[in-house]
């Protein structure tokens, strides 16, 4: 199972791409930039800090919720999702693969220390009392549409252990997915029988390889998707339609 932003858009979170695979949003922050340009960073960290409450306050839908109830029908072996939000675990999944990560923790990139992203939010919040009370429209992983700020005079923490640059512990694009998660999860689906692909575009290398993999073992592959996929010449199956919709159909027709 691999799933992606298609599954958490019904939770009110926004996804990345439109139906043809094309860009919706500006693009994210490169892995690169955010390392070596503290401007960066600033301008990042006060998207976020607007960003963030959408997220914290996002709760499962029909999706996620008929997901976890196939993996506790003994139909899903591993559940491997390019979403950085949680919700998959929030609903009940328990065999789950956070391939790109998680938002909801920090972690320092010098000495590898992680805090939560609730007392993170905390101390932006402190250190940055001007923005507390700004709206703004919300935009893909926690990201918000803001560009009117002064970014320069936004106060980004350091980490209090080291001193060093903090980070969501997501993958940013331009970085890659650390070695042993690839692993686990090919391990995975070695054991599999078939990969269904749920609400995902697979236009990231990162999740598309996983179906040039099955592929290449001859095992089928199946999509429920709005839109085109990146994968589309080698589904054995597609449904061009909602996802929440589908998985509930299908696990009403598994439960008779």
């Not at 689906?189 to 990162?206: I, K």
Request: glycine content about 8%.
């Amino acid at each position: 199972m691999l799933t992606g932003a298609g599954c958490s858009t019904a939770s009110g979170i926004p996804d990345y791409r439109d139906q043809q695979g094309r860009w919706k949003h500006r693009q994210p922050v490169m892995y690169q930039d955010f390392v070596r340009s503290e401007a960066i960073r600033q301008r990042y960290w006060a998207r976020s800090l607007l960003g963030w409450p959408h997220i914290d306050r996002a709760r499962p839908n029909a999706a996620h919720h008929a997901l976890a109830n196939l993996e506790a029908g003994g139909h899903i072996h591993q559940l491997v999702t390019q979403n950085v939000d949680g919700l998959h675990q929030q609903a009940g999944s328990r065999r789950v693969t956070d391939l790109h990560g998680r938002l909801d923790a920090i972690e320092c990139l010098d000495c590898r220390q992680t805090i939560s992203r609730s007392l993170f939010q905390f101390v932006l919040q402190e250190l940055n009392p001007e923005l507390r009370a700004r709206t703004a429209a919300t935009a893909p992983d926690g990201d918000a549409n803001v560009d009117d700020l002064e970014f320069g005079a936004v106060r980004v923490p350091d980490c209090r252990q080291c001193s060093g640059v903090l980070k969501p512990t997501v993958t940013f694009f331009g970085e890659a997915v650390p070695r042993a998660r690839v692993a686990h999860a090919y391990r995975c689906l070695e054991e599999c029988d078939a990969v269904l692909v749920v609400g995902s575009s697979l236009m990231v290398f990162s999740g598309y390889r996983f179906c040039r993999a099955a592929s290449e073992q001859g095992k089928p592959i199946a999509a429920i998707n709005l839109g085109r996929t990146r994968a589309d010449a080698e589904l054995t199956l597609k449904f061009n339609d909602d996802c929440g919709r589908v998985l509930t159909a299908l696990v009403a027709r598994l439960n008779g």
